[in-house]
């Protein structure tokens, strides 16, 4: 198996890939590392790689225009990509089971605040491997690879895994940042207009959108506001105009 790791960090990778089984299993052929340093791809005097939120709004986004062509040009049709985001599936064993039958992963590791929305379309998963968030996805990633290599053939022995088995309760809205439009993708206009009391009430209801949709169970016991319920109102009438 192939593992390409994406980041600003690939030093934080030398003792993890440097020791113990993950040593061993590198050194037998088992699993081959590619640690790619994604900074290569910002073209500007000073490397940047992310820059502010559009609309405003704490910390930075990684930009799409230096990600994108990144994970293009280090993969190829059977290259799984993952990007480690607190936002993704949750992390479980069978996914590792999954994943351990895949010829060529590459994990793609974020850091400071985010990132622009517009990456997730160019990914083949998203993982989180719990509610928590981290400063960025390279301790993450080592925790895939690391339970991923310990299923694989010989990296340990069978006998030794046959019998192995967040502020407001709500995920974060989507962020993005310039470029405006970016291979035909373009940042909701809602968020260029200045308008803070529509851009307050956006985040919110795409916040509750994407909570309904990828971890309902964070609602569960959820004591609403009016304008939740008003908010929720809407997505479900925009989601049966869908249907
Ligand atoms: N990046 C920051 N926090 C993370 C988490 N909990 N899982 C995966 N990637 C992350």
């Known amino acids: 198996m192939k593992i390409k790791i994406l980041t600003l960090f690939p030093n ?14 590198k050194d ?31 910390g930075m986004v990684l930009r799409p225009d230096i ?20 936002q993704g599936r949750l992390y479980k064993q ?15 590791c974020g850091h400071y605040e985010g990132f622009d929305e517009r990456i997730r379309d160019y990914v083949d998963d998203e993982i989180s491997i719990g509610d928590y968030v981290l400063t960025g996805g390279e301790l993450a990633s080592m925790v895939l690879s690391d339970s ?4 694989l053939n010989d990296a340990i022995k069978k ?12 995920l974060e809205y989507p962020q993005y940042t310039r470029p405006i ?3 035909g993708k373009v940042v909701p206009s809602v968020l260029l207009n200045g308008n803070h009391k529509d851009i307050r009430r956006w985040r919110l209801k795409e916040s509750l959108r994407k909570t309904l949709k990828r971890r309902p169970d964070l ?7 009016k304008e939740e319920l008003e908010l929720l109102d809407e997505i479900k009438e925009e989601e049966d105009g869908e249907k």
């Open 181 to 183: 439009e970016y291979d």
């Open 219 to 225: 609602l569960t016991n959820r004591k609403y506001t």
């Open 94 to 108: 069978n996914i590792a089971e999954e994943l351990s039958k895949k010829d060529e992963i590459m994990i793609i």
């Open 159 to 170: 006998e030794s895994h046959e019998d192995d088995s967040f502020q407001n309760g709500l």
């Open 67 to 86: 990600l994108i062509p990144a994970i293009k040009d280090n993969s190829c049709s059977n290259t799984y990509k993952i990007l480690m985001t607190p």
């Open 28 to 58: 037998k052929g088992i699993v081959e590392f590619e640690i790619i340093d994604f900074r290569l791809w910002s073209n500007d005097k000073h490397h940047h790689v992310d820059d502010t939120p559009c609309s405003g709004g704490a």
């Open 12 to 25: 934080m990778f030398n003792e993890f890939i440097g020791e113990s089984i993950i040593k061993r299993a």
């Open 148 to 151: 991923i290599i310990r299923l």
